[in-house]
C-alpha cells in the first residue's frame, strides 16, 4: 500500500467520507481514509438520520444547516440513491401555550428565508391522519427530511473510491508528528505521510487532537432509538421523534443522555420513547417492536460543529460536529474549497476551533 | 454455500452480498449487517450469525473467536410497543424538538 499521501483523513464516518468524497470530485491528488473500525462502526451507524433544519437555533445555524439540505437532492444525484426524502418535518405540541413560541420561531426564521408554518391541530391531521388528535399544532416546514445513513455513507465512500480515494479500515491511528512540514501519522499497519491532514473522529475527536497537542473540546452524548416490524406505509412526514423508513419500520426517539461511550440500551429510556410514540401515534400500540439501540452523538462543548483550519498549525483541518447527516454535503464541500481555492464559498469563521481559546 | 444462497431470510440477503462486504474491508457481523440489513429483520440475526461468521472466516482467515457475535439488543423477540409503555406524559431523557427552541426577551435566540 502507498504511504505518501497529499491528504489523509483520519476517520471514515458520514463526515470524513463526505469530505473524502467531495475533495476527490475536484483534487486528483492522493486521499487516504483512516478508520480504526469500518465506517459506520460509531456514531453514523446509530443514527435516525433526519436531514433536520426548521427549529436548530439560533437562525444562524439554521441557515447552515438549510444550505446543506438543499444539497442532499443533488448529491443523491451524483452519488446514487441515498434514500433521501424530502417529506418536509413536522414537531407537534400537545398544549396550546406552545404556539406563541412556535409563532415567534416562524417570524424571525421567515426573515432568513426558511419557510415555518404553524399549523392548527385541524391541519396537522389533515397531514398526518395517525397523528393523535389531541395533538394542539405543529411547526412545519417543507426543507425537513430523511436519509438512509447506510446507503448515505456506503455511496459516499463508492464514490470517493471511484475516484481513486483509498480507504484503510480497521487501522487505528496510535501516533501523529509534525516532520519536515509534513505530518507522519503511525497507525496499527503502519506509517503514513501527508502534507494536509483532517481530523474528522466524531466522537473520538479529544483523543485524535491530543496526538498534536490541539484541544478539540467534544463531548459524548447518548441516545436511545427503538425500531418497530416494517408496517405499511402510513407516516407522511419526518416527525420530530419518529420517521418510517423505505421499508416500513419505524424508528422511534429523541433522548439525551451523558453516558460516555456506553451504547447501552436502558429500560427507563425505553419506556419513555414508547410513551413519546403512542402519545405522537397512538396507532402505533399494537406495533412490534423488533430492537432498541443506541448512538452516542458527537458533540462540541457549546453545541456548534467546529470546522476549518486549525489554529497555529499548518495544512491542519478539523471537522467535529453533531448533526453529521444533516451536515455532511456542506460540510464536504466547504472543507474542499478550504484545501483547493483556499477559502470557502460561505463564511465558517463562527466555527472555528479558535473559539474555545 | 454459493453465490445465491440466501443468508438472512427475513431481509433475503445472499452469500454473494455478504461476501462483496468483506471483501471491501468489513470483518465483523455488524459491518455486514450495516451494509446489507443482513440480521436486521425480525429474527435479529438468530438465523444468520453463524453462517455470516463462516464466510467471514473462509475469506478473511481469521479464527471464529476472533470474530465478534452480533450485538443483541432488547426485546430479543419482537413485543408490541404498549407493553413497553408505561401511559405516562412527563419526560425527563427523551425531549421535544420545540421545547429545545429558547426564546430570549421574547425572541427566538
Redesign the interface.
Known amino acids: 500500500m502507498e504511504t505518501n499521501y497529499e491528504t489523509i483523513v483520519i476517520g471514515g464516518g458520514v463526515v470524513g467520507s463526505g469530505i473524502a468524497y467531495h475533495l476527490s470530485e475536484r483534487y486528483k491528488e492522493g486521499v487516504l481514509v483512516l478508520d480504526k473500525k ?1 465506517p ?2 460509531g456514531t453514523s ?1 446509530s443514527t435516525q438520520a433526519w436531514v433536520w433544519v426548521h ?1 436548530k ?3 444562524w445555524y439554521a441557515e447552515f444547516n438549510m444550505y446543506s439540505a438543499e444539497l442532499y437532492p443533488y448529491l443523491s444525484k451524483k452519488i446514487g440513491d441515498v434514500e433521501y426524502k424530502r417529506t418536509g418535518g413536522l ?3 400537545f398544549n396550546e401555550s ?1 404556539r406563541e ?2 409563532q ?2 416562524a417570524e ?2 421567515r426573515k432568513i428565508g426558511i419557510k415555518i408554518k404553524v399549523l392548527s391541530r385541524e391541519e396537522v391531521l389533515e397531514k398526518e391522519p395517525y397523528m393523535n388528535p389531541e395533538v394542539a399544532g405543529a ?1 412545519y416546514s417543507s426543507i425537513d427530511g430523511n436519509v438512509n445513513p ?1 446507503r448515505l455513507i ?1 455511496m459516499y ?1 463508492r464514490a470517493a473510491k471511484r475516484n481513486g480515494v483509498q ?1 484503510s ?2 487501522n487505528k491511528v496510535t501516533e501523529i508528528k509534525k516532520q519536515d512540514g509534513k505530518y507522519s501519522i503511525i497507525s496499527d499497519k503502519g506509517a503514513f505521510e501527508c502534507k494536509n491532514l483532517i481530523l474528522a473522529g466524531g466522537t473520538w475527536s479529544r483523543e485524535i487532537g491530543d496526538m498534536l497537542g490541539v484541544k478539540i473540546p467534544v463531548n459524548q452524548l447518548r441516545g436511545q432509538i ?1 425500531v ?2 416494517p408496517l405499511k406505509p402510513f407516516l407522511n412526514f419526518t416527525i ?2 419518529l420517521r418510517q423508513a423505505n421499508n416500513g419500520e419505524v424508528l422511534m ?5 451523558e453516558a460516555g461511550f456506553n451504547r447501552a ?1 436502558t ?13 405522537y401515534v397512538p396507532g ?10 443506541s448512538g452516542i452523538r458527537a458533540m462540541p462543548e457549546d453545541g456548534f460543529p467546529i470546522l476549518g483550519k486549525v489554529p497555529g498549525h499548518e495544512n491542519l483541518y478539523v471537522a467535529a460536529t453533531h448533526s453529521g447527516v444533516t451536515l455532511s454535503p456542506l460540510i464536504g464541500t466547504l472543507i474542499t474549497e478550504l484545501i483547493v481555492d483556499g477559502e470557502t464559498s460561505i463564511p465558517i469563521d463562527r466555527y472555528s476551533l479558535s473559539r474555545f481559546g | 454455500m454459493d453465490k445465491t444462497t440466501i443468508i438472512c431470510r427475513c431481509e433475503e440477503i445472499s452469500c454473494e452480498e455478504v461476501e462483496e462486504v468483506i471483501s ?5 457481523f ?2 455486514v449487517k ?2 446489507t ?1 443482513c440480521g ?3 429474527c ?1 440475526a438468530k438465523i444468520c450469525t453463524s453462517m455470516v461468521a463462516e464466510i467471514i472466516h473462509q475469506q478473511t482467515g481469521l479464527s471464529p473467536s476472533e470474530i465478534p457475535l452480533p450485538r443483541m ?3 430479543l423477540s ?5 407493553t ?6 412527563s ?8 421545547d ?4 430570549e426577551e ?4
Open positions: 469500518y459506520m462502526s451507524g427549529n437555533t439560533p437562525s414537531s407537534p405540541f406552545d413560541k412556535a415567534k420561531l424571525s426564521y411547526t447506510f456506503d465512500m480507504y479500515t480497521y427503538l418497530s416490524e420530530s421523534g426517539g429523541y433522548s439525551m443522555e440500551t429500560l427507563d429510556v425505553i419506556q419513555e420513547t414508547a410513551n413519546m410514540a403512542v402519545r402505533l400500540r399494537k406495533a412490534k417492536i423488533v430492537r432498541a439501540f | 471491501n474491508g468489513g470483518r465483523t455488524d459491518d450495516r451494509i440489513r436486521m429483520g425480525p435479529q439488543r432488547m426485546p419482537p413485543i408490541k410497543l404498549e413497553l409503555a408505561t401511559n405516562s406524559t419526560f425527563s431523557t427523551v425531549k421535544s424538538v420545540l429545545e427552541v429558547e426564546l421574547g425572541k427566538v435566540r
